[in-house]
């Protein structure tokens, strides 16, 4: 059963702590996106990765920190740096960068 | 930066009727794609259309892209209560290999 999974589903975090937001996908695709969206607005870029061992910053990526050690992970770390982190985090993957995407379901990061 | 904006912001109207959705870019691009998310949920993709394109349909949806205007426009026709969903469209641009959205076109449709 193919797909991308985002886990958890709800995540609450702590002012000052570190959290890290977990990503796979098993549709053997090189290009996987994390993005942000605040509630009513569009999705805004944090970090992309084409290929494995290889990532880009995106529009906002400061306050976050991303690894792609292996194809189908791509784990995504909203750090203490990160002055206002409450917010639904999208995951998605594709075939190749700027080809159709495939959403993870996202979790939704709250700081307490 | 957002590359794309999506016109109307919000949109509303009966069942049965046809909704329209439009998208202005700022840079050449590759392809340009439709997707439609339900309230909380994830981003499913409904159409792609490529630079050298200038239509696609997909069964109730049309899409048309001018690439002179850096505009796109997504047709829903006989909608249905179930079409109640936020709209994005997302831009590869030439060279940057990556996808950037839109604001989003909220649509409602009332039974």
């Known amino acids: 059963d193919g797909g991308i999974t985002q886990s958890p589903k709800y995540l609450f975090r702590k002012e000052g702590q570190n959290v890290t937001l977990s990503c796979e996908q098993n549709?053997?695709?090189?290009?996987m996106y994390w993005y942000r969206q605040d509630p009513g607005q569009g999705l805004r870029l944090i970090y992309y990765?084409?290929?494995?061992?290889?990532?880009q910053k995106g529009d906002i990526a400061e306050g976050y920190s991303v690894s792609r050690e292996k194809k189908e992970s791509f784990p995504l770390t909203v750090t203490s740096a990160q002055k206002n982190p409450t917010a639904f985090y999208l995951c998605?993957?594709?075939?190749?960068?700027?080809?159709?995407?495939?959403f993870g379901q996202g979790t939704r990061l709250t700081v307490v | 930066s957002q590359q794309g904006e999506e016109d109307p912001q919000a949109l509303s109207i009966q069942e049965g009727e046809n909704a329209t959705m439009n998208c202005s870019y700022k840079?050449?691009?590759?392809?340009l794609q439709w997707y439609r998310q339900n309230s909380g949920r994830g981003l499913v993709h409904l159409i792609l259309?490529?630079?050298?394109?200038r239509e696609k349909h997909s069964g109730r949806l049309r899409v048309t892209l001018d690439t002179s205007k850096k505009s796109s426009s997504l047709l829903i026709t006989a909608s249905r209560a179930a079409d109640t969903a936020s709209y994005f469209c997302?831009?590869?641009?030439?060279?940057?290999?990556?996808?950037?959205f839109g604001q989003g076109t909220r649509l409602t449709i009332n039974p």
């Open positions: 998605a993957s594709s075939i190749l960068s700027g080809s159709e995407a495939f």
């Open positions: 549709l053997n695709h090189d290009a």
């Open positions: 990765s084409q290929i494995v061992n290889d990532f």
């Open positions: 840079t050449s691009i590759n392809n």
């Open positions: 259309i490529r630079s050298n394109e």
């Open positions: 997302a831009t590869d641009a030439s060279g940057a290999q990556k996808l950037v």
